[in-house]
């Protein structure tokens, strides 16, 4: 495999003991990403045998706790560990502001340079990133606070046409999010709720299980991964039945799995 995703976590707000919250770190030919940062990112890293001084980017997708509070940790455990080289950040407006607020107030600090890309747009898609291995795009998606879905595309090599992956999580259901993930190789969605808790799901501007599938199905990707699943739910059969309806090439995320994009 020369392009897939780790999975360090995929449960929902509340880590449990077989689901912690969001995280994966992303291969794209040898270049690593880092897909949100939940509390606790750093030792998933090094139990899944990833080498933290590996990681070349980090994507934020919103500033809530459970993807976001594993970030300052992270970073000051790879200056101790001597990191030189440049991390590239891309989050949602504010990001910059706690990280230097949390270094300056515990009188941590870096030896190398963070470069913040900070998110603050309400529509359309934007270039995030643009390397020698892929491109990161980054759509609005809807939330309760400023969150942003990323597609992830491969430079492709020797002929090959490009992979793309796209992650969205968290999001209300929309269609408006459809173009920015259509054709996707690999869509990893978030999937809270069963279908009977549709209600609380739109209360809390997450999806349901076969709002999942119907999203996946509309933009016409290859294949389904469902993630930020609610700790409710210890045996996730009853969420990919209800995806698998309205998209037969679902899966549920697990930790600790490798999913290749192909």
């Not at 069963?194 to 709002?211: F, I, P, S, V, Y």
């Not at 199905?217 to 699943?229: F, P, S």
């Amino acid at each position: 495999m020369n392009f897939y995703t780790t999975i360090l976590g995929s449960g929902a707000a509340l880590p449990t003991g077989h689901r912690r919250c969001s995280a994966q770190v992303v291969n794209i030919n040898g270049f690593k990403l880092l897909l949100d940062c939940a509390e606790g990112t750093q030792d998933r890293i090094r139990q899944h045998h990833l080498k933290l001084q590996s990681l070349g980017t980090v994507l934020i997708s919103h500033l809530h706790g459970d993807h976001f509070f594993g970030l300052a940790p992270l970073l000051s455990t790879m200056h101790l560990c001597g990191r030189t080289e440049p991390m590239t950040i891309a989050a949602p407006k504010g990001a910059k502001e706690v990280i230097e607020t949390t270094f300056a107030l515990t009188g941590n600090h870096v030896d190398y340079e963070m470069n913040f890309i900070e998110m603050d747009f309400a529509e359309g898609i934007h270039r995030v990133f643009e390397g020698k291995r892929c491109t990161v795009d980054a759509f609005p998606i809807l939330h309760s606070v400023p969150t942003y879905g990323f597609r992830i595309t491969e430079v492709p090599r020797g002929g090959h046409p490009a992979r793309v992956y796209a992650y969205c999580c968290d999001t209300a259901f929309s269609e408006t999010i459809v173009p920015y993930i259509q054709g996707a190789d690999l869509l990893c969605l978030e999937c809270t709720f069963a279908n009977e808790l549709a209600d609380l799901a739109r209360e809390r501007q997450h999806l349901t299980a076969g709002q999942a599938g119907t999203l996946a199905r509309q933009a016409c990707v290859r294949q389904l991964l469902l993630t930020h699943i609610s700790a409710r739910y210890h045996e996730p059969d009853q969420l990919l039945a209800q995806a698998a309806a309205e998209f037969p090439a679902a899966q549920v995320a697990t930790d600790g799995q490798i999913v290749e994009i192909k």
